[in-house]
């Protein structure tokens, strides 16, 4: 037990002790200055207490408040005691991960569901610290896995920083998630957690002292929060969720206890969320500077390079979207300035002014796409999603918009994309030659026999490369042809992504709008098209096309690598 734990501990223990004490007219001089006059404060607020009993004589000593009052008419009431040197803040709970939302959001089924998505992504997140040192064993599992990160990483360091930041962030997304649709299935767990979190139901006493074990004060925390206001739910920052009545928040936030293999926990804390005109104020400052940066704008290569224009137009269309609408509650504000600091030195500032233009047309027509899905929305807020999070490798999302429609949550996700003509290719996805036709993708059946026949015939040096790809890429083009029609549009949709394609033509100021599952018209298959290491697949009157290029993982100086495949897609506006 940490030591603020022992002292809250004793702090109850005394307390409790000392009012029975009180009760049996017994002396309290053995008790310090703080516990007696708590005590005096509780019988004064209380002046026809029968017993006392605090949490840890119950069976849940986490789950009871401090103390349990029985009053002379049999009613009960619950007292939280906190013990804090002179003016300092009021420390609130940590919560287990792997139970808060039994606990308090009243819930076995939600708890499961986490419980069960948590292992996947604990065991992704330290197989992912082992790849980054080089080792890897898919048959390791979390306990194998914990034993060498701890070997390799005692505490945390900057290099494996990114890791936890993704895990921890993968954490708060799908918790969010699991909350959206407890509040749009109108369950009280939400509320239940904001009253118990925040103390609504029971007797806060504050005891200050000093150094000295002199008291320093007793009082009562009392919150003004309106119970009668409705309860909303928000993201904030990388790794924490907000639950909030008016400006009242309760905030609850993802972190590891100490090293990387340390038990997961959630620190509750308190924060005032601000006022429509507030959060308006920091919108338009976060604008404020991110023109700026676009003012300063210097470029340091003379040529575009195609990763900088697309994070470019990510955080413009972000910009966009916070200008036509400054209400809007920012997840990170500054995610997308640092986005657009970080790569617009890398493009020139002709590209910069075109994408910054053409970015209102992408707003537009992610505003007319909205209306023509739900009439009436409103955007609550707005957030870029990390390069570093895979959640789903089938969510190719560059931002999310969290929107309310007739009182309900809805989470909209957008893949963000740049082109500077009207017919270019976007590389979208690079699966593995391994997954390609599993049921992930086309579902069609396995290249795995055809990729074994020609690594074992390349390390015989019966193969070169080129003809390896060649002989993969003939596999994967029959395959295709015979797949039926539902097989193809399954396979095109999860090549898509899971999320809404904005395309914008920064050049002609021009934007389309891709559903991520609408495969329009027949689906024709073109093998060794347009070379003999691609497959070619068009759909929409041959309007759109997705071209699966075969390549080595690696480059030929490291012999056989892994396969992967370059998915290029290509429409026409």
């Not at 310090?32 to 005096?40: D, F, N, Y």
């Not at 895990?167 to 799908?174: I, Q």
């Not at 074992?456 to 029609?485: D, P, R």
Request: with cysteine.
């Amino acid at each position: 037990m940490s030591k603020p734990n022992e002292l809250g501990k004793r702090h109850v223990l005394d307390v409790c002790n000392a009012l029975r004490h009180y009760l049996n007219s017994d002396s309290m001089e053995s008790y310090i200055e703080p516990v007696q006059e708590t005590v005096k404060y509780i019988a004064e607020l209380y002046p026809d207490i029968q017993s006392v009993r605090n949490k840890f004589e119950t069976d849940k000593p986490d789950f009871n408040p401090d103390l349990i009052l029985t009053l002379h008419n049999k009613e009960e009431e619950k007292l939280n005691l906190f013990n804090i040197k002179r003016n300092a803040a009021i420390q609130p709970k940590n919560l287990g991960a792997k139970s808060f939302l039994e606990n308090y959001f009243m819930s076995q089924e939600l708890q499961e569901k986490f419980n069960a998505y948590f292992s996947k992504e604990y065991e992704l997140y330290l197989q992912s610290i082992m790849e980054f040192r080089g080792y890897r064993n898919v048959y390791d599992r979390i306990p194998e896995l914990k034993k060498k990160v701890l070997a390799c990483y005692p505490k945390f360091e900057a290099e494996i920083n990114p890791f936890r930041r993704s895990f921890l962030f993968s954490l708060r997304e799908y918790c969010f998630q699991l909350m959206k649709d407890e509040f749009n299935n109108g369950t009280t767990g939400i509320e239940n957690a904001f009253k118990e979190l925040m103390m609504l139901d029971t007797t806060n006493i504050i005891t200050r002292y000093t150094g000295e074990n002199k008291c320093f004060g007793v009082e009562e925390w009392k919150s003004n929060i309106n119970i009668e206001q409705e309860i909303q739910i928000y993201k904030k920052g990388n790794d924490t969720i907000g639950i909030r009545s008016g400006t009242e928040a309760l905030t609850i936030r993802f972190k590891f206890e100490s090293g990387p293999t340390s038990s997961v926990k959630l620190a509750t804390s308190y924060e005032c969320f601000p006022a429509e005109d507030g959060v308006v104020h920091k919108n338009l400052q976060s604008i404020k500077v991110f023109e700026g940066l676009l003012e300063r704008h210097k470029q340091l290569n003379k040529s575009n390079d195609s990763n900088a224009v697309g994070k470019c137009n990510e955080a413009m269309v972000y910009y966009r979207v916070l200008v036509t609408d400054p209400k809007i509650h920012q997840v990170d504000e500054k995610d997308f300035q640092v986005m657009l600091e970080s790569y617009s030195p890398y493009i020139s500032s002709k590209t910069l002014l075109d994408i910054q233009q053409s970015s209102k047309k992408a707003v537009e027509k992610i505003d007319e796409y909205l209306k023509g899905k739900y009439q009436v929305y409103q955007i609550e807020s707005i957030q870029l999603v990390p390069d570093n999070y895979l959640k789903d490798r089938l969510d190719t999302s560059d931002m999310k918009i969290i929107i309310k429609v007739e009182k309900r949550y809805v989470e909209e996700n957008l893949s963000l994309k740049a082109i500077s003509k009207s017919s270019a290719k976007i590389t979208v996805k690079n699966p593995g030659a391994g997954t390609i036709l599993g049921p992930l993708y086309f579902d069609t059946g396995s290249l795995t026999l055809v990729t074994d026949e020609a690594k074992v015939k390349f390390n015989k040096k019966l193969l070169t490369h080129q003809q390896c790809l060649e002989m993969i890429s003939a596999a994967l083009g029959e395959s295709l042809q015979a797949a039926k029609q539902e097989k193809l549009r399954k396979g095109l949709a999860a090549i898509r992504g899971t999320a809404t394609t904005i395309i914008t033509d920064y050049v002609k100021d021009n934007s389309l709008i891709l559903e991520h599952d609408v495969i329009k018209g027949v689906v024709e298959v073109y093998p060794k098209t347009p070379s003999t290491i691609q497959t070619t697949l068009r759909w929409n009157e041959k309007q759109e096309e997705l071209s699966l290029r075969v390549k080595f993982s690696k480059g030929q100086d490291h012999g056989w690598s892994s396969m992967k495949l370059a998915c290029e897609y290509r429409v026409e506006f």
